[in-house]
């Protein structure tokens, strides 16, 4: 025979008088006040049913965001990052292609990512061991050892980061090495090697602890590389020495360019100066002062590439500075911490699309500087800008290609309104020819480091 009882509500269980702790009584007012609330009973309703966004969503402001641009510079199809965090090379790579459809003749192209993938890891690999060389006689717990074996091998970079990678081991085209199950899905690959990353580093430091000589060392970081490369090529193939190219352009013209390697196809078919662009951000803390260098400790990926370099400048400055370039028929790379206020299948930006505080009624209004003190926001993606739609010769709305795939959006291109530039956008690459004479003067400053782990070394 089996019984059964009625099972106890939590909130009526004695909980220990602690103090600090949440008591029954407490929990019972919470539970009372939120059932009187009619509204919150309604968002509740409409919450659960419908999702946060659909409730949230400001009707007037998505429909005021026209997507037309008074310039636009995109007819082409989006790229496909799918899900891995590859976003800033592909930014990269689709203002490359700008270009080089140009000289190709051809509407459609993609330079692999795959391709700018797997350096990028390598080099990474080799970056880390420097590190970890670096820091071997400092604790295991301290903050820098125990930030930089938490952030190994992820995706995200910076445009100093993909610069120095093309220009080090070149482009090729797509088919030349194509997307593989583990570049448009790193979760595996990343995780092995950040397997392989976690045992170097034990090793390593074992090794310097033990007072094994500097060749002993470096022979075993020389070995790590050289098994991430073999995991590197398992997963994402082997990146080609050269290649033959041929195409057909769009007015069916044949072509051949045999026997290029990487290094040539970028010379040939980048056609801007990539070591001519500089960073600028928006750094709202006011202990760094516009106008100045900013600078990440151990930020990097290629050992003796460029150093990450971030000149801080008003956000009007930005703007006005990537409107020109668009203007002039130049797309803009740029970083931005992009799920805030966000509608993603409509393909749409603005500060005020979302009501989160009329959907739950508190308070979340934060400033931009606190935002960023306090780990509400940072740089989380890389994209372009392909269009601005100018009135009076100031912006107001942004075109935006994403490389999320054409599911969201205009085909995949998003709209951004320029309110959001101002709350949600942090940096910008122009060339430094564009800048204003005072902050090319800049660039020769010594920059201010800031540590690994501040947020302004977020990677995008």
């Avoid at 033959?244 to 007015?251: F, L």
Wanted: hydrophobic residues 45%; aromatic residues 8%.
């Amino acid at each position: 025979m089996t019984t059964t009882s009625a099972a106890i509500p939590v909130s009526s269980l004695p909980l220990p008088e602690v103090p600090g702790a949440l008591t029954g009584a407490t929990l019972r007012g919470f539970a009372d006040s939120f059932a009187s609330d009619a509204t919150a009973v309604r968002m509740q309703n409409a919450v659960t049913r419908s999702g946060l966004d659909e409730v949230a969503a400001n009707h007037a402001r998505q429909v005021s965001l026209s997507t037309t641009m008074s310039n636009r510079l995109d007819d082409w199809t989006v790229a496909n990052q799918k899900k891995s965090g590859r976003c800033w090379l592909f930014a990269a790579l689709n203002l490359f292609r700008c270009g080089a459809r140009e000289v190709l003749g051809v509407k459609e192209f993609e330079f692999s990512q795959s391709h700018a993938m797997f350096w990028d890891k390598l080099e990474r690999v080799n970056y880390f061991m420097a590190d970890v060389i670096a820091t071997a006689e400092r604790p295991v717990d301290d903050r820098l050892v125990t930030f930089l074996l938490a952030e190994v091998m992820g995706d995200g970079g910076q445009w100093n980061m993909a610069a120095s990678v093309f220009a080090k081991h070149g482009v090729v085209p797509k088919e030349a090495m194509p997307e593989t199950e583990s570049s448009g899905n790193t979760t595996v690959l990343n995780r092995s090697l950040r397997s392989l990353l976690h045992h170097a580093a034990c090793t390593v430091r074992t090794l310097v602890a033990d007072g094994a000589d500097t060749a002993a060392v470096e022979a075993a970081c020389q070995q790590v590389v050289a098994d991430a490369y073999r995991i590197l090529a398992i997963h994402l193939g082997t990146p080609p020495d050269s290649f033959d190219w041929q195409w057909r352009d769009d007015a069916g013209s044949f072509h051949r360019d045999g026997g290029t390697t990487p290094q040539e196809f970028f010379a040939k078919y980048v056609t801007i100066p990539v070591a001519e662009y500089v960073c600028l951000v928006d750094d709202p803390r006011p202990e760094h002062p516009k106008g100045g260098t900013l600078t990440i400790e151990r930020l990097g990926n290629v050992v003796g590439g460029d150093p990450v370099l971030y000149l801080n400048t008003e956000i009007a400055l930005m703007k006005r500075l990537a409107m020109e370039a668009i203007v002039a028929g130049e797309p803009v790379w740029f970083g931005c911490d992009v799920s805030q206020q966000m509608l993603r299948k409509e393909g749409l930006w603005s500060a005020d699309l979302l009501d989160l505080e009329g959907v739950y009624g508190v308070d979340l209004t934060m400033t931009k500087e606190d935002r960023v003190r306090f780990g509400e926001s940072m740089m989380t993606h890389a994209m372009l800008l392909t269009g601005v739609d100018v009135v009076g010769g100031v912006p107001r709305r942004w075109r935006v290609e994403n490389s999320w795939g054409d599911a969201g959006g205009d085909k995949g291109f998003f709209t951004m309104d320029d309110s959001w530039f101002d709350e949600y956008v942090f940096e910008v690459v122009v060339r430094t020819s564009a800048l204003p004479a005072e902050y090319r003067t800049a660039l020769g400053a010594e920059p201010v480091a800031l540590p690994a782990w501040d947020p302004m070394g977020a990677l995008a």
